[in-house]
DNA sequence: GTCTATAGCCAGATAGAC
DNA sequence: GTCTATCTGGCTATAGAC
C-alpha cells in the first residue's frame, strides 16, 4: 500500500495557523506568516479554507475541544471531591505545560467575542456544574468542607490552576524570577495548588 | 480667569484611545474608531501621538501606572500579613469592577510583547517581593501560618483576585450564570477570596 | 492541488488649505 | 489647531497558468 502522507496539507494548514493564531491572536495574525510556517503558498490557505475568518474558527474549535475535556474533569468526574481537585491540578498543569498558550489563546478570544463564547458553550451542550454544585452541598452537610459557594470554589480551582500561565510574563516581573524557575515553580503547583485549595476548605476533625 | 476647558484635545485622544485600545487590543484597534470615540478627526491622532504605536503606549503606560499602585499594596504594605491580603483584596476588586477591561489588557499585550513587559517593569523601578518574603517566612516561623514558598502564595492572591475578571466569558459559560449574578459574586469575593487563602495558610492554635 | 501574479480594499500616515 | 483629501503600503482574497 501507499505510504499515507504522514501531514496532508489540510493538516500541515492548521497545524501552522494554531501556532500563529494561539500566539498573535486573530486580530494580529496574518496569513503570510500562516503560510510560512507551513512552508506552502498563501492560495492555500483559502483553497482549503476559503477566508482567514474560517481557517480562525477551525484553529478555535479545534483548540477549545483540546481544553474542554480537562475541564470537564473537574466539573464531571465521579471521585470524591478532594480526589478530583488533586487529580485536575495535577492533570491539568501537565497538560498546559505542553500547550502554553492555550489558555491565553481561549479567554483572549472570548473576551474579542462574548457572543461567540456564548453560542460556543451553549451548543457544545457543555457540561454545566450541577453535579459539582451537589457534591459540595452533601460535603458541607456532611460537615467535610466548610461552607462556601459551589461557583466560588470552581472559580477559585479554575483561577489557580490557570492564571498562573496566562499572566506569565506579569508575574515573572513581578517577582523578578527568570524563565528557568518560574517553570520550577509552575511544576511544583501541581501539588501545592490542590494543597492549598483543600486545607482551605476541610474541616479539621 | 478663563474657564480652563475640561477637556483639552491631547487627553480627548487618550480617553478614547484607553477605550478602542483596551476593549479591542494593540492589533485589533483601528485609529478611525478612536477618532469617532473621541468625536474630531483621524488626523489630529497623528498630529498628537505621531503614531498608533506612540499612541498605544500612553495608553499603556497610563492604564499600567494605574494598577501598579493597587499591587503593590501586597507587596510593600507595612502591615500585618493578613490585614494586607484583607484589604488587597476588598479594594482590589473595588477598583477592578471600575475598570472592568483593564487586567486583560495589561496581560494580553504583555503577552503579545514580553520583551516590552521586562523592560516596563525594570523601569519602573517596581518593588520586588523581598518584603513580602521576608514578612511569610517570619509567619511561617512563629508558627502563625503554615510552610509555603512566598512566591506560590502571591501568585495565588493574584490569581484568586485578578483571574474571574480576565476569564469572566469563560466562567460564566462554564457555570451558566448571567451577567447580573455574575457580578454579584465578584462582589461576593471581596470577602469570599481573603477569607479562603487565610483559612488555607493560617495555622489552628 | 499547487503555484505566481494581481485585484481590491482598508488602515496608517501625511499634505496642505483654513 | 483642526479639518479634508490623498498617498502609500500591506493584507485578504481571487484569477488563472500549470
Chains 1, 2 share one sequence.
Request: charge should be positive; proline fraction near 4%; hydrophobic fraction near 45%.
Amino acid at each position: 500500500m501507499s505510504k499515507k502522507k504522514d501531514t496532508n496539507t489540510e493538516e500541515l494548514i492548521l497545524n501552522a495557523a494554531k501556532q500563529v493564531f494561539q500566539k498573535k491572536g486573530m486580530t494580529g495574525a496574518r496569513m503570510q506568516e500562516i503560510a510560512d510556517e507551513a512552508g506552502i503558498n498563501k492560495a492555500m490557505l483559502h483553497y482549503y479554507y476559503r477566508s482567514k475568518q474560517l481557517l480562525f474558527e477551525a484553529v478555535f474549535k479545534s483548540a477549545f475541544s483540546l481544553l474542554a475535556p480537562q475541564l470537564n474533569k473537574v466539573i464531571n468526574a465521579k471521585t470524591s471531591l478532594f480526589d478530583k481537585i488533586e487529580s485536575f491540578t495535577n492533570n491539568y498543569i501537565s497538560f498546559i505545560i505542553t500547550h502554553p498558550y492555550l489558555p491565553n489563546f481561549i479567554i483572549q478570544e472570548l473576551n474579542r467575542n462574548p457572543e461567540f463564547a456564548k453560542k460556543l458553550l451553549a451548543e457544545k451542550h457543555f457540561p454545566n456544574i450541577d453535579n459539582f454544585k451537589v457534591q459540595v452541598e452533601e460535603h458541607i452537610a456532611n460537615g467535610i468542607i466548610r461552607p462556601i459557594k459551589a461557583e466560588q470554589l470552581f472559580f477559585n480551582i479554575m483561577a489557580l490552576n490557570i492564571f498562573p500561565f496566562v499572566a506569565s510574563p506579569l508575574l515573572k516581573g513581578l517577582t523578578n524570577v527568570d524563565d528557568e524557575t518560574y517553570k520550577k515553580l509552575m511544576l511544583e503547583r501541581k501539588t501545592e495548588v490542590a494543597d492549598f485549595i483543600i486545607n482551605s476548605i476541610k474541616v479539621i476533625k
